[in-house]
């Protein structure tokens, strides 16, 4: 018995060897092509092959990036830029939520507001812009409000969304059991739409970055997309490459911050069983 | 004994492009404190539409209908609905969908969580949710809590249809355990011969189109029956012999 178990241990402890190799072997694979396309690039502008001024290099933005850091001129730039971004997204989502819900609600309230809600929104935003500019000026307001204006609608449409598809027998049983109508909306409608928040919320946050990105380049004196504008005129071409790094990690960034919710908060759902 | 439910003259027609379906016609029906009624009858005998017109879930109908002193005008505590499906909230623990909109913080509700818990037999599943419960589990859950907000009378709208024979034999006897124990009046509505003279005080045999009440049958056997006595049987037979007899009118076949 014992044998077997030690076999059947030695067995276990190679599987797992095994596993962590595989994954190793994972990693490396995807890491092959990012890595070998930094060194082609590096070796070509290091070989005058590519242009420098228009290429940058990666050893080059590297030490812009640390040059940007350690004077603290990037978190200046970001600092504002995530307020900005933060400041908007609170305002369309959360007006995005709360009008998804009450439509998703009422009938009534539906055939009112939806239908100009849904043509506003097939509207480019970047066609807005001069607008917002000429009313709010080029100060912070036009900003903010044409990054809520972009995380309105997508919060908006998934919590809609998530409160239509509530089951209706689930309603019976709330009724039976004397739920309130405030009860009804905080302990049914809230919860069984939540897979569809949070899709909508990670949508709206992606949404927030990108009309960060077109307000700050469209007029700004501060910001990222302020600083990759300014950059580009003066040919810096690093740290144009030291914005775009910054944005694609903070979009990153956001939106695993939402999927780590979306596990913590939709473990019921069988899709999240890992 | 005191009347839990009493139905008087009520009657109900689902409208349509064509005036309108007939469903149940002028039914009466006394149920006491204490008693478990069983509804059996052919598909579309009303049935169903009864129980929902007991829950308040639909107020459309003619005739009166009341639990205890008050007569129903909406659904409310006072009436306990087991669906066929379990119904239960996907997103809340076992123990959370029990106190539904009650908080468990507070110990009177905690402490009858717990007792609802061992009543159907849930120990250690507290903390799962619906979709880690088999059927039957979540079935009893669903009844667990339908008691936690002590009706005056359970309504059963076939709660076992969807279980497989096994599944369904146990959750009968653990039905039963419950009205014994806790003396709740209980309407069952079936399609199950078996299921109804084994729990039943009395039986209620319908006929549909339109539904009508055709006969009330008292199960006067003591408990535990066991299915495959002859006594048993002899019930049976009664109620298939009520279910089985034509009316004098010729039916419409058209189809």
Redesign the interface.
């Known amino acids: 018995m014992t044998t077997i178990t030690l076999a059947e241990n030695k067995e276990n402890t190679l599987k797992r060897k095994k596993r962590s190799w595989d994954r190793g072997l994972a990693l490396f694979r995807a890491l092959f092509l990012p890595v070998v396309a930094l060194l082609v690039w590096e070796v070509l502008t290091r070989l005058g092959a590519l242009p420098s001024l228009l290429f940058s290099s990666p050893s080059l933005i590297l030490t812009r990036a640390v040059n940007l850091i350690s004077t603290g001129k990037l978190w200046e730039h970001m600092e504002i830029s995530l307020f900005r971004a933060l400041l908007g997204f609170l305002l369309g989502g959360g007006l995005g939520l709360a009008f998804g819900i009450i439509v998703g609600m009422n009938r009534k309230s539906e055939q009112y507001i939806n239908p100009s809600f849904q043509m506003i929104r097939t509207i480019p935003l970047l066609a807005i812009t001069p607008l917002f500019i000429l009313w709010f000026g080029f100060g912070e307001l036009s900003k903010i409000l044409l990054i809520s204006l972009g995380s309105f609608f997508p919060l908006y449409l998934q919590a809609f969304l998530g409160i239509r598809n509530i089951d209706n027998k689930l309603f019976e049983v709330a009724r039976i059991m004397e739920y309130t109508r405030l009860q009804q909306i905080t302990k049914l409608m809230i919860p069984s739409a939540l897979p569809n928040i949070l899709l909508g919320v990670r949508l709206s946050l992606s949404v927030a970055w990108m009309c960060l990105v077109a307000a700050e380049l469209l007029g700004a004196d501060k910001g990222i997309g302020y600083m990759i504008q300014d950059a580009r005129s003066f040919m810096q071409t690093d740290t144009v490459f030291v914005g775009i790094i910054i944005f694609a990690l903070a979009g990153k960034l956001s939106d695993s911050f939402v999927r780590v919710l979306e596990e913590k908060l939709l473990r019921w759902q069988d899709s999240f069983k890992a | 004994m005191a009347t839990a439910l009493e139905i008087n003259q009520v009657s109900k027609t689902f409208k349509n492009d064509r005036g309108g379906v007939h469903v149940l016609d002028h039914l009466d029906l006394t149920v006491q404190e204490g008693e478990f009624v069983s509804v059996i009858g052919p598909s579309g005998c009303g049935k169903s539409t009864l129980l929902k017109l007991i829950?308040g879930?639909d107020s459309d109908f003619h005739g009166q209908i009341a639990v205890g002193d008050h007569e129903v005008h909406?659904?409310?505590?006072d009436?306990?609905?087991i669906?066929q499906?379990h119904?239960l909230?996907?997103?809340?623990t076992v123990e959370k969908n029990i106190a539904?909109?009650l908080s468990l913080r507070d110990p009177e509700v905690r402490s009858k969580v717990n007792h609802l818990i061992a009543l159907v037999n849930l120990g250690g599943f507290e903390k799962a949710?619906?979709?880690q419960l088999s059927g039957g589990m979540s079935q009893r859950v669903a009844i667990a809590?339908a008691l936690l907000?002590n009706p005056k009378v359970l309504l059963l709208d076939e709660p076992f249809g969807a279980l497989d024979a096994f599944t369904r034999a146990h959750l009968q006897e653990a039905l039963h355990d419950i009205w014994e124990k806790n003396k709740t009046t209980m309407v069952l509505v079936t399609h199950d011969i078996d299921e109804s003279v084994y729990l039943s005080s009395k039986v209620v045999v319908m006929d549909a189109k339109p539904g009508r009440i055709k006969a009330v049958v008292p199960i006067d056997l003591p408990y535990p029956r066991t299915r495959s006595s002859k006594a048993f049987q002899e019930f049976r037979t009664v109620i298939l012999e009520h279910l089985d007899h034509k009316p004098s009118e010729p039916d419409d076949f058209s189809i």
Do not use: H
């Open positions: 829950a879930l909406g659904p409310s505590i009436r306990g609905f669906f499906e119904r909230f996907p997103w809340l539904g909109n949710y619906p979709r809590r907000r």
